[in-house]
């Protein structure tokens, strides 16, 4: 493919991911009846399974090499690059500590960190 | 633009501007303005991470442009954040402002899954040193930016407040002290100029009204 469509794409991808992100986002929080946000830890894990996935089928279903690389540089650099998110989990977990719920702050950065690796690998070792 | 909100038609925009409340709250605010918003900074953001990407080789050990663009993101998120959140209200022109900047571009710009799964892989290759390492790195250098950004914007905001004070001779910090930079972000759309070719005047009202119907959680 022509690298500048394989990039077009992948933006455009990118966008829609963040926007799947808004939209999940929004939802899980609306109904979310804990003390501390909950969508991005949904966004994240959902993301490394997915990613996961995509990595374990490209690696072992999807030839020649080169159709490969440009469906993992579109959906997984672009499109769940563009939903899942570090700065929000970063800025969330800070906002934690800022107003002393430590526990908080550990079960969300340290649970998004655990679940999202145990999603990932699951993804990469189920295909 | 208007063929986005069927329920307005010309005839009837402007006798619903004057009641507004007679309108269901989804035809009043579209939500299609602040998505559209957070599409074009996440494909924006993604862009810019994906030209990063490709500085980094794949069988590298550290992987030190994730971790470096993680890390940026988290300290300007935290910066723009506060910023905003101290200087003005969240809504209309500086609310769009945030969905474009940093849930789309900071959003798109860092990435979970990418780190996740090079941290898997290393955890698969049996470097788990590197693997613990890099985790526990990234996630607790993004706390610590995350809260550097917020602490800058803290101090820039208090300097421009009094800075704000002196030039006017204020005693102490005025309330209103982000009034300079409130419309600056209206550059980015006004939800009532976008959305409609509806008269001008009963914006302000309608803004204030439409605003309330918005998602709750939207960030």
Redo the contacts between chains.
């Keep these: 493919m022509n690298s500048t469509i394989a990039?077009l794409l992948?933006?455009?991808?990118?966008?829609?991911?963040?926007?799947c992100?808004?939209?999940v986002?929004?939802?899980?929080?609306?109904h979310n009846r804990l003390k501390f946000p909950l969508?991005t830890i949904v966004v994240?894990v959902t993301?490394?399974f997915?990613?996961?996935l995509l990595?374990g089928i490209v690696a072992t279903h999807v030839s020649p090499a080169a159709t490969a690389a440009a469906v993992k540089?579109i959906l997984?650099?672009?499109f769940?690059?563009?939903?899942?998110?570090?700065?929000?989990?970063?800025?969330e977990?800070?906002r934690q500590?800022?107003m002393g719920h430590y526990g908080y702050?550990l079960l969300h950065?340290?649970g998004?960190?655990v679940l999202?690796?145990i999603?990932?690998?699951i993804g990469?070792t189920i295909v | 633009m208007s063929s986005l909100l069927p329920s307005q038609s010309p005839s009837t925009g402007p006798s619903s501007f004057e009641s507004p409340s007679s309108m269901p709250p989804a035809s009043r605010h579209s939500p299609i303005i602040?998505?559209l918003c957070?599409?074009?900074?996440?494909?924006?953001?993604?862009?810019i991470?994906?030209g990063f990407?490709f500085l980094q080789p794949a069988s590298v050990t550290w992987p030190y442009v994730t971790f470096v663009v993680?890390l940026c993101?988290?300290f300007?998120?935290?910066f723009l954040?506060e910023y905003l959140s101290l200087t003005g209200k969240d809504e209309g022109g500086r609310k769009l402002f945030r969905?474009f900047a940093g849930?789309?571009i900071?959003?798109?710009?860092?990435?979970?899954?990418?780190?996740?799964?090079e941290?898997?892989s290393r955890?698969?290759a049996h470097k788990i040193g590197i693997a613990v390492a890099y985790?526990i790195v990234?996630?607790v250098c993004?706390?610590v930016?995350?809260?550097l950004?917020?602490m800058t914007a803290n101090a820039v905001a208090n300097h421009s407040a009094n800075k704000y004070a002196r030039a006017h001779h204020l005693p102490e910090l005025p309330e209103d002290f982000g009034t300079p930079d409130l419309d600056a972000p209206d550059a980015f759309g006004d939800p009532g100029h976008l959305e409609t070719s509806a008269p001008a005047p009963a914006s302000n009202s309608e803004h204030k009204k439409s605003d309330e119907h918005e998602?709750?959680?939207?960030?």
Excluded: H, W
Aim: proline share 1%.
């Design positions: 990039f992948l933006s455009l991808c990118g966008g829609l991911g963040a926007v992100r808004f939209e986002d929004s939802v899980v929080n609306k969508g994240n993301a490394c997915l990613l996961g990595t540089l997984g650099t672009g769940l690059g563009g939903y899942s998110t570090f700065s929000t989990a970063s800025v977990g800070f500590l800022q702050a950065t340290g998004m960190l999202s690796l999603a990932g690998l990469v | 602040p998505a957070v599409f074009a900074g996440g494909a924006l953001g993604t862009a991470r994906a990407s993680n993101g988290a300007i998120l935290g954040l969905l849930t789309g900071m959003g798109g710009f860092t990435t979970y899954g990418t780190f996740i799964l941290v898997d955890f698969q985790a990234s996630v993004g706390l930016l995350a809260g950004g917020v998602k709750g959680g939207a960030r």
